[in-house]
């Protein structure tokens, strides 16, 4: 451990959100900053979710959800939108062939199956498959996914099943994650939650910075986790 300069050891943090939510901002205003194609933001931002996502599992959280693509992201152009699958596409080979590369991180994906290419949802089973029996922090990666779609998803399942009426714990159950979310980090100066889980939010703390996600670094997580540490948090008691 280095004697000037930050410490780098997990435990630097006493306290840490065991569910962690990250909206990846701030792709397109990057790109155009440039002068480059919205499509080159969100490509740089893929290889800050693969970092983020490590440094998540060097530190120990226990869960961290990305929000990569919402149930509304289907409005934009074609070409974007081929570009996001194309990431995603690469990302499930990449883990693939180099499974080791991850480290000790399961991955899970969230969201609507139904839009989506089969063999995106081939890989993306693969990709669960393959890191189920891992120990490390689970990244939830949210594709096609929208909170208020999740929460009716849940209650027709319950109906389904022949519930007359439901529970907070029945709908809990039924959610991709029923693991409240302790802090949500949005960077790119936006301060909303965009139908990200909705559910799991109910008592979040929010952490808001003007760094474009393009730019996040390690460090920009290190001080959202800084400020949460001092959170007091109560829980509406
Ligand atoms: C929002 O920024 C970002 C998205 C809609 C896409 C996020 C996806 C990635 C970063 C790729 C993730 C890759 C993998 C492999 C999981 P925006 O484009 O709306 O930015 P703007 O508000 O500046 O226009």
């Not at 499974?99 to 609507?112: K, M, P």
């Not at 949802?121 to 693969?126: A, F, Q, T, V, Y």
Request: net charge neutral.
């Amino acid at each position: 451990m280095a004697i000037f300069g930050r410490k780098s050891s997990p435990a630097e943090f006493s306290v840490l959100p065991r569910h962690l939510g990250i909206i990846m901002d701030g792709n397109g205003r990057w790109a155009k900053k440039r002068g480059l194609p919205r499509t080159a933001g969100h490509k740089v931002g893929a290889d800050v979710f693969k970092k983020i996502s490590k440094e998540c599992g060097r530190l120990g959280i226990e869960e961290v959800t990305f929000y990569a693509f919402s149930t509304e992201n289907w409005k934009r152009p074609k070409e974007e939108i081929e570009t996001l699958m194309r990431l995603f596409y690469d990302y499930l080979i990449e883990a693939k062939n180099d499974l080791q590369a991850s480290g000790d991180i399961r991955v899970r994906f969230i969201g609507e199956k139904e839009g989506m290419h089969p063999k995106l949802l081939e890989l993306m089973r693969d990709a669960e498959q393959e890191t189920a029996s891992r120990t490390g922090t689970l990244v939830n990666v949210a594709v096609n996914y929208g909170g208020r779609q999740e929460i009716a998803d849940a209650v027709n399942s319950l109906i389904a099943a022949g519930k007359k009426s439901v529970t907070p714990e029945d709908i809990s159950a039924k959610l991709f994650t029923s693991a409240d979310c302790d802090l949500i980090i949005r960077p790119s100066g936006e301060q909303r939650l965009s139908n990200f889980l909705l559910w799991q939010s109910a008592y979040s703390e929010f952490w808001y910075s003007d760094v474009l996600w393009p730019d996040f670094t390690e460090k920009d997580l290190h001080a959202a986790l800084s400020d949460f540490e001092k959170r007091n948090r109560r829980f509406g008691g």
